[in-house]
């Protein structure tokens, strides 16, 4: 089974800290993302990569940046946490696809943070 | 304009009754693929069933069916045979192009209740 791991439930921090939430998958995939959910307004791509030091930007990338240094790792950094950056975060890994393949996205179980 | 349009925030079934979360996309590329996930309240994101545009039949998965309807743009997921276990969000979700990183836009979700 493919497992996507995320490091924290639940963080609380301040505002102005420097925060990174961390994402882990042992599978292999090539592709990795990055989302932000809040109510009402379904899941937003953050960023995503499709190679290790590959990143792309998604559709709310401002004021967010990420690493991938190996394939199964993928780090979401907050530069200075501010308020409106409360909201649950989920990473996902796929695979690549090729020949007009899609592949399932596959969610690690979110990190909840609350910036006060 | 909105890739993904659900415009059911939420829906109740009574159990062991079928149920239809709508959901429209917006495409014009003419490769594409439609997903959809469940959230229960746990969190974490599901992948329920998958239909390429290029497709002939709806996709099935148990209890679940794609009413896929390719000159409507709608992707409508049927659950039959509704459980309680049912209860959650539901997230549609489309994938443009053939190739590449999979990346996904996703809807605002459907919340279902399954009532005793």
């Known amino acids: 089974d493919v497992k996507v791991t995320q490091s924290s439930r639940y963080l609380v921090k301040r505002t102005g800290e420097k925060v990174f939430l961390e994402c882990v998958q042992d599978m292999d995939h090539e592709n990795m993302f990055w989302y932000r959910q809040d109510p009402g307004l379904g899941l937003r791509l953050i960023y995503f990569s499709y190679d290790v030091k590959m990143k792309e930007k998604g559709d709310i990338p401002e004021g967010y940046s990420v690493s991938r240094e190996k394939k199964e790792r993928f780090s979401l950094i907050l530069e200075s946490a501010s308020t409106n950056q409360t909201s649950m975060y989920l990473c996902?890994?796929?695979?690549?696809?090729?020949?007009?393949?899609?592949?399932?996205?596959?969610f690690g179980p979110g990190t909840r943070l609350t910036v006060t | 304009a909105q890739k993904i349009t659900q415009t059911q925030p939420g829906m109740f079934v009574q159990e062991k009754e079928a149920v239809t979360l709508d959901c429209t996309y917006d495409?014009?590329?003419?490769?594409?693929?439609l997903f959809w996930y469940k959230q229960p309240s746990s969190g974490e994101m599901i992948f329920l069933i998958y239909?390429?545009?290029?497709?002939?039949q709806n996709a099935t998965e148990g209890r679940y069916s794609l009413n896929f309807q390719k000159a409507r743009k709608s992707a409508n997921l049927v659950i039959s045979a509704s459980q309680l276990g049912d209860s959650a969000m539901y997230f549609c979700?489309?994938?443009?192009?053939?190739?590449?990183?999979?990346?996904?836009?996703f809807g605002t979700g459907t919340r279902l209740t399954v009532i005793p």
């Open positions: 979700a489309m994938r443009e192009g053939r190739d590449g990183a999979n990346n996904l836009f």
């Open positions: 495409t014009s590329d003419p490769s594409y693929g």
């Open positions: 996902a890994s796929s695979l690549f696809g090729a020949s007009g393949r899609s592949y399932e996205q596959y």
């Open positions: 239909q390429g545009s290029y497709d002939q």
